[in-house]
């Protein structure tokens, strides 16, 4: 055999004994230029061409006393961070001051709540931030930043989220506030906002409070499309500190300014057979096509080695795990969708390093035959 012939054999050996592709691994795009990023979104916030991450950075916990004498209060605090792609490399263009990742029960002080939503169709959100009565709207440009600060008397938002839940093509807000007429701050409130370019116009009236019972956490975790519904609803989650089942309910229109919520949409049972799948802490949701792809821990666990994030579709009713490709099988570290040179993907952030993985992390399971 010539030399020639013998290299080309060997460079393609490996896809002749296989039988198709060798594995491509993803590609690096540097370390984090931010220490302990827990979780991060994509969004085109400077410009409408290209995807930024915004992450979320854990400053850890800080004890507040609220009166002499009285115990301490255990308060996390995080930072909000835009980090902006440059060549191979994520770079810091903006962070936001300290802010309260949770909320202390009965000591009057609540959590900041933030989202994003497009507000002016210029196809770069604004990022809304909450405080005490008030919310911050920050938004992008290429060589600026502008601020503007709205008020909000008398709410008190522990959490937000951005959708269109009306279906007017236009985004609204809908919020998770504290009750002020609850002393124990254990019930929660629904509101839905429509966001102008100088405030937030309530429309509707605070929705039924929702309780689900001591130990569990109520927050709104997304917002996605559920079994061909024909718009995004706002998705609440009531997570346990333990891995457990955890209570997932949607926020939907039931006239122009009336909403109500349910969870029949999603499967939840508090004893589980081993067939079935549930997920077990507050998901990262995902549009993908029309179906909702949830990014987390599901019970009984994910990975033959024990509970550890998998990807999940919602799918007439059922939680089915979606195997992950040969390329992704060590992600574990915060994802969101990414597109990178306009090559549409998923981005991971593990070990401080950014990981692309172009097109899909996972294959679609086969739906059994009937």
Excluded at 72 to 81: S, Y
Excluded at 160 to 183: H, K, Q, W
Aim: hydrophobic letters at 40%.
């Amino acid at each position: 055999m010539r030399p020639n012939a013998a290299i080309f054999l060997l460079m393609f050996l490996p896809v002749v004994l296989s039988g198709q592709p060798a594995k491509k691994s993803p590609s690096l795009l540097g370390r984090c230029p931010v220490e302990n990023i827990v979780s991060i979104i994509s969004g085109r916030f400077v410009t409408p061409d290209v995807d930024d991450v915004l992450g979320v950075q854990d400053l850890g916990r800080i004890r507040l006393s609220m009166k002499p004498g009285r115990e301490r209060n255990e308060v996390q605090l995080c930072r909000l961070v835009l980090l902006r792609l440059a060549g191979k490399r994520f770079q810091k263009v903006w962070q936001s001051r300290s802010l309260l990742a949770s909320t202390v029960p009965r000591a009057g002080l609540a959590a900041n709540a933030w989202t994003s939503a497009d507000i002016n169709a210029d196809g770069r959100p604004e990022l809304f931030i909450f405080g005490a009565e008030s919310c911050q709207v920050i938004s992008f440009n290429p060589d600026s930043i502008r601020t503007r600060e709205f008020n909000l008397h008398g709410s008190w938002i522990t959490d937000a989220v951005s959708c269109d839940i009306n279906a007017d093509s236009v985004p609204e807000i809908v919020t998770l506030e504290l009750s002020p007429l609850d002393t124990l701050l254990d019930s929660r409130l629904l509101r839905v906002y429509a966001p102008t370019d100088s405030c937030l116009v309530p429309i509707s009236e605070y929705i039924t409070g929702l309780d689900w019972g001591k130990g569990i956490n109520i927050t709104l975790t997304g917002a996605g499309r559920l079994e061909d519904y024909w718009t995004d609803l706002p998705v609440l989650a009531g997570t346990y500190t333990s891995i457990r089942p955890s209570i997932y309910a949607v926020l939907y229109p039931v006239g122009p300014d009336s909403f109500a919520f349910t969870n029949n949409p999603f499967p939840w049972h508090e004893w589980f057979t081993k067939e079935q799948v549930l997920p077990a802490d507050k998901l990262t949701l995902f549009n993908v096509g029309d179906t909702l792809v949830a990014y987390g821990y599901f019970v009984p666990g994910s990975r033959p080695s024990g509970p550890s994030k998998s990807f999940a579709a919602l799918q007439d009713g059922e939680w089915r795990l979606l195997p992950i490709s040969e390329k992704a099988q060590h992600i574990t570290g915060p994802v969101c969708r990414f597109n990178l040179n306009q090559v549409s993907g998923w981005l991971e952030l593990r070990d401080h390093i950014f990981r692309f993985y172009p097109t899909e992390v996972f294959h679609w399971r086969k739906q059994p035959s009937h």
